[in-house]
């Protein structure tokens, strides 16, 4: 049997790539994201690679010339060629623009991409697709051809074990296996939220729909009349509609991604040659955009990333588009240079290709060992007792907090000491951490901290048992005084309210802090107005230049509209409960100069970014809350 060339994949191929571009590309229409689903465009990709992997296996093995190491090699010169140069051609760039802490993270997704792990490195370093930082790492999008390899390697296998043991009931082991994972990914969509969009078990579902529709195809299984023809507008519709609809904060993949995949496979399953979307999808221009589909979805995202990076700034429409343009043009060039000769075996044979793989793999991995261990201790970014590397800062800090949490061991039984507990998130570690370092400034005191899940189970879900919560329970019985420090949201303030009359009925006292003092900063690496300078100008600031940046700060946390809404409830919530309400702005700007502080006494920042501070400014504001008796306001 023979496969028939399909345009209207290509086409399809082209809407995806299209629709993970623009969604990169964060284009807004009065401040709405237009895109705002176009990640979808991979779960659509997973579609179609699991209809043509499984369409070619399955033609091979009616052939009786299926050979695995011919599949694996055929994968390596689809793959592995014009992804090594991609790498090879950023590795450069990142070593000149990137500070030491981003160039180090760079060669660790350099080197877990190599081995087609990048989806468990982006996880277990934390990184959320769709969040703040995720625009700053230009191999992020290498985690979905991770998962792809990982699929690849296993598949054919257990094909063909599946053909030969139970080949009358391979639809039927599609079908379950479908229904089991997406079961599965649906369940932990709910419960373990962070779990759930790199690994391949919640992607298995989505690429088991494309195998389906390939089988069905192979078999001619085939429901064809009067209405089908509309089936596959109806998928393009149920596409369209994902990509303009789903959004970042959803918890992905789950119900939310099936009317993609269901309208992938109503399009590639129902195509015909007299279907109107068929001939669109076939039409040239668009099956020219699939057929360098690969190449353009490598070098779009690093491009991005790298922009982002340099320029600290957001990018406008204009940029966007040029962006697009270069990586249209790029990717023209490496799938006529790259990708067509590599998988021609009469331009590049097996002895050719594997050389030339192995010879980029050793570059690409000496080189990126190499400028690890240069960069151990590489002072880039240091001006005098600044450093604009605030990952630095950002260690230091969670260094400092692991080890008082490690060791915060008290008398809860001194009745002299009053026992508080701190609960929020990241603005209550700082807060814990200002006083916990200041110790000698607040003896009167024991601190714990807690986020609000913790408390949320113990007011009101107490059947929990597990170990965390039985801890828990026995800090909140002993604490005399919850402060509450957070970055708020309106989620937050909500949860806030429910929370204070099961604690005032439990006999304790509530302090609201509010929300955090939030600086001006630029572009989405979250670069502060000081940062921008020392960038620009290679110094730091002499005295009137500091003046003018801690008055841009003030007029910037007088004027910011979020936070004086959040502060604005907080205050209603606080007088209403009779409740302690603690300015934070009072420990660090001057309402009478008009100015918010940049730098310690000593000379150290006291933020590493808009809202975080670092370890010298937590012990300086800490004397600061000690000296103006901030926490004793009542």
Same mark, same amino acid.
């Given at each position: 049997?023979?496969?028939?060339?399909?345009?209207?994949?290509?086409?399809?191929?082209?809407?995806?790539?299209?629709?993970?571009?623009?969604?990169?590309?964060?284009?807004?229409?009065?401040?709405?994201?237009?895109?705002?689903?176009?990640?979808?465009?991979?779960?659509?990709?997973?579609?179609?690679?699991?209809?043509?992997?499984?369409?070619?296996?399955?033609?091979?093995?009616?052939?009786?010339?299926?050979?695995?190491?011919? @599949?694996?090699?055929?994968?390596?010169?689809?793959?592995?060629?014009?992804?090594?140069?991609?790498?090879?051609?950023?590795?450069?760039?990142?070593?000149?623009?990137?500070?030491?802490?981003?160039?180090?993270?760079?060669?660790?997704?350099?080197?877990?991409?190599?081995?087609?792990?990048?989806? @468990?490195?982006?996880?277990?370093?934390?990184?959320?697709?769709?969040?703040?930082?995720?625009?700053?790492?230009?191999?992020?999008?290498?985690?979905?051809?991770?998962?792809?390899?990982?699929?690849?390697?296993?598949?054919?296998?257990?094909?063909?074990?599946?053909?030969?043991?139970?080949?009358?009931?391979?639809?039927?082991?599609?079908?379950?296996?479908?229904?089991?994972?997406?079961?599965?990914?649906?369940?932990?969509?709910?419960?373990?939220?962070?779990?759930?969009?790199?690994?391949?078990?919640?992607?298995?579902?989505?690429?088991?729909?494309?195998?389906?529709?390939?089988?069905?195809?192979?078999?001619?299984?085939?429901?064809?009349?009067?209405?089908?023809?509309?089936?596959?507008?109806?998928? #393009?519709?149920?596409?369209?509609?994902?990509?303009?609809?789903?959004?970042?904060? #959803?918890?992905?993949?789950?119900?939310?991604? #099936?009317?993609?995949?269901?309208?992938? /496979?109503?399009?590639?399953?129902?195509? =015909?040659?007299?279907?109107?979307?068929?001939? @669109?999808?076939?039409?040239?221009?668009?099956?020219?955009?699939?057929?360098?589909?690969?190449?353009?979805?490598?070098?779009?995202?690093?491009?991005?990333?790298?922009?982002?990076?340099?320029?600290?700034?957001?990018?406008?429409?204009?940029?966007?588009?040029?962006?697009?343009?270069?990586?249209?043009?790029?990717? /023209?060039?490496?799938?006529?240079?790259?990708?067509?000769?590599?998988?021609?075996?009469?331009?590049?044979?097996?002895?050719?290709?594997?050389?030339?793989?192995?010879?980029?793999?050793?570059?690409?991995?000496?080189?990126?060992?190499?400028?690890?261990? #240069?960069?151990?201790?590489?002072?880039?970014?240091?001006?005098?007792?600044?450093?604009?590397?605030?990952?630095?800062?950002?260690?230091?800090?969670?260094?400092?907090?692991?080890?008082?949490?490690?060791?915060?061991?008290?008398?809860?039984?001194?009745?002299?000491?009053?026992?508080?507990?701190?609960?929020?998130?990241?603005?209550?570690?700082?807060?814990?951490?200002?006083?916990?370092?200041?110790?000698?400034?607040?003896?009167?005191?024991?601190?714990?901290?807690?986020?609000?899940?913790?408390?949320?189970?113990?007011?009101?879900?107490?059947?929990?048992?597990?170990?965390?919560?039985?801890?828990?329970?026995?800090?909140?019985?002993?604490?005399?005084?919850?402060?509450?420090?957070?970055?708020?949201?309106?989620?937050?303030?909500?949860?806030?309210?429910?929370?204070?009359?099961?604690?005032?009925?439990?006999?304790?006292?509530?302090?609201?802090?509010?929300?955090?003092?939030?600086?001006?900063?630029?572009?989405?690496?979250?670069?502060?107005?000081?940062?921008?300078?020392?960038? =620009?100008?290679?110094?730091?600031?002499?005295?009137?230049?500091?003046?003018?940046?801690?008055?841009?700060?003030?007029?910037?946390?007088?004027?910011?509209?979020?936070?004086?809404?959040?502060?604005?409830?907080?205050?209603?919530?606080?007088?209403?409960?009779?409740?302690?309400?603690?300015?934070?702005?009072?420990?660090? /700007?001057?309402?009478?100069?008009?100015? /918010?502080?940049?730098?310690?006494?000593?000379?150290?920042?006291?933020?590493?970014?808009?809202?975080?501070?670092?370890?010298?400014?937590?012990?300086?504001?800490?004397?600061?809350?000690?000296?103006?008796?901030?926490?004793?306001?009542?």
């Amino acid at each position: 049997m023979s496969l028939k060339y399909r345009a209207d994949i290509d086409g399809l191929r082209a809407i995806s790539v299209f629709a993970v571009i623009f969604y990169h590309a964060n284009f807004f229409y009065f401040e709405n994201e237009i895109f705002s689903g176009g990640f979808i465009g991979v779960d659509i990709f997973f579609v179609i690679s699991g209809y043509l992997i499984t369409s070619l296996i399955f033609k091979d093995l009616y052939n009786n010339n299926f050979s695995i190491i011919e @599949f694996y090699i055929r994968r390596i010169r689809r793959i592995i060629p014009v992804l090594l140069f991609v790498i090879i051609v950023f590795i450069p760039i990142a070593y000149f623009f990137f500070l030491p802490s981003s160039l180090i993270d760079f060669l660790y997704s350099v080197i877990s991409t190599l081995i087609f792990s990048s989806n @468990f490195y982006f996880h277990h370093t934390g990184l959320i697709y769709g969040g703040p930082d995720s625009s700053l790492k230009p191999l992020l999008h290498t985690w979905s051809l991770a998962v792809e390899e990982q699929f690849y390697i296993i598949f054919p296998i257990i094909l063909i074990l599946f053909r030969k043991i139970l080949k009358k009931y391979i639809l039927h082991i599609f079908i379950l296996f479908f229904f089991s994972s997406f079961i599965s990914t649906q369940i932990i969509s709910i419960k373990y939220p962070l779990y759930n969009f790199y690994f391949i078990n919640v992607r298995i579902w989505e690429i088991l729909a494309g195998s389906t529709i390939a089988y069905l195809n192979i078999n001619s299984i085939k429901y064809n009349n009067k209405y089908t023809n509309y089936l596959p507008f109806l998928g #393009m519709v149920l596409i369209s509609l994902s990509i303009f609809l789903l959004y970042d904060e #959803m918890s992905l993949p789950s119900i939310y991604s #099936m009317p993609a995949v269901l309208g992938t /496979c109503l399009i590639i399953y129902f195509a =015909n040659s007299e279907n109107f979307l068929t001939k @669109f999808l076939s039409l040239r221009i668009l099956v020219f955009f699939g057929l360098i589909s690969y190449s353009l979805y490598l070098w779009h995202f690093p491009l991005f990333a790298f922009y982002n990076y340099i320029f600290f700034e957001n990018e406008s429409f204009f940029v966007k588009i040029l962006i697009i343009i270069f990586s249209l043009i790029l990717s /023209c060039l490496s799938y006529l240079f790259i990708e067509k000769p590599f998988r021609n075996k009469k331009i590049i044979d097996n002895k050719k290709l594997f050389i030339s793989i192995g010879i980029s793999f050793l570059i690409i991995l000496s080189s990126s060992l190499i400028l690890l261990e #240069m960069n151990k201790n590489n002072q880039k970014g240091l001006y005098e007792k600044v450093n604009i590397d605030n990952q630095i800062y950002f260690d230091e800090v969670n260094t400092k907090l692991n080890e008082i949490i490690l060791s915060n061991n008290y008398d809860k039984n001194n009745k002299y000491k009053k026992n508080i507990l701190i609960v929020g998130n990241s603005h209550a570690m700082d807060i814990f951490l200002m006083f916990k370092i200041n110790s000698d400034l607040f003896k009167n005191y024991n601190f714990e901290l807690s986020g609000f899940d913790l408390l949320k189970n113990e007011l009101f879900e107490k059947d929990y048992k597990d170990e965390k919560t039985i801890k828990f329970r026995k800090i909140f019985d002993d604490t005399d005084i919850i402060l509450f420090s957070n970055r708020w949201s309106k989620n937050d303030i909500d949860l806030l309210e429910k929370f204070i009359n099961p604690i005032i009925k439990s006999n304790k006292k509530i302090i609201i802090t509010n929300h955090n003092v939030t600086l001006p900063s630029v572009g989405k690496r979250d670069v502060t107005l000081l940062d921008q300078y020392i960038i =620009n100008n290679k110094k730091l600031p002499h005295k009137s230049e500091l003046v003018k940046l801690e008055k841009r700060y003030f007029d910037y946390v007088i004027n910011d509209n979020k936070r004086n809404r959040f502060n604005n409830r907080l205050k209603i919530i606080a007088d209403q409960y009779n409740l302690s309400l603690l300015d934070k702005s009072a420990y660090q /700007c001057n309402f009478e100069n008009k100015r /918010c502080k940049i730098f310690t006494p000593d000379g150290d920042k006291i933020n590493y970014n808009a809202h975080h501070h670092t370890l010298s400014g937590l012990q300086y504001l800490g004397t600061i809350i000690h000296d103006i008796n901030w926490f004793i306001l009542r």
